[in-house]
């Protein structure tokens, strides 16, 4: 089963710029981030298909996230710009090998996860 290690989590004030990272051990089909809220149901931020030609976002960060992946450095990542106290959560790198939704968009279907990174956002 595929590893997932996330890191570069932190607090950042609004307005501000994170990037999220994500190792893993060999690439799937769709890899995806996720975030979880306290008292909230986790969603779908961003999700990517293996060869990185389809992307898709969550309306929420659309124009402000972007994902991509480097598998030479078997890395997942994660470019938060204009952040808001809204997009303060833990957030979880996600894979699976099937192909998942459409282009890899979908809320389901995701069966291997990180341990988490910790975005704070302050105003």
């Known amino acids: 089963q595929v590893r997932l290690v996330e890191s570069g989590g932190g607090s950042v004030q609004a307005g501000g710029s994170l990037t999220l990272s994500c190792a893993f051990s060999y690439s799937t089909t769709c890899m995806a981030w996720f975030r979880q809220a306290p008292g909230k149901e986790r969603e779908g931020v961003a999700y990517i298909y293996i060869d990185s030609s389809r992307t898709s976002y969550a309306d929420s960060v659309e124009g402000r996230f972007t994902i991509s992946q480097d598998n030479a450095k078997k890395t997942l990542y994660l470019q938060m710009s204009s952040l808001t106290p809204e997009d303060t959560a833990m957030y979880y790198c996600?894979?699976?090998?099937?192909?998942?939704?459409?282009?890899?968009?979908?809320?389901?279907?995701?069966?291997?996860w990180g341990q988490g990174t910790q975005v704070t956002v302050s105003s």
């Open positions: 996600a894979a699976t090998h099937r192909y998942v939704g459409t282009w890899c968009r979908a809320n389901y279907g995701y069966n291997t």
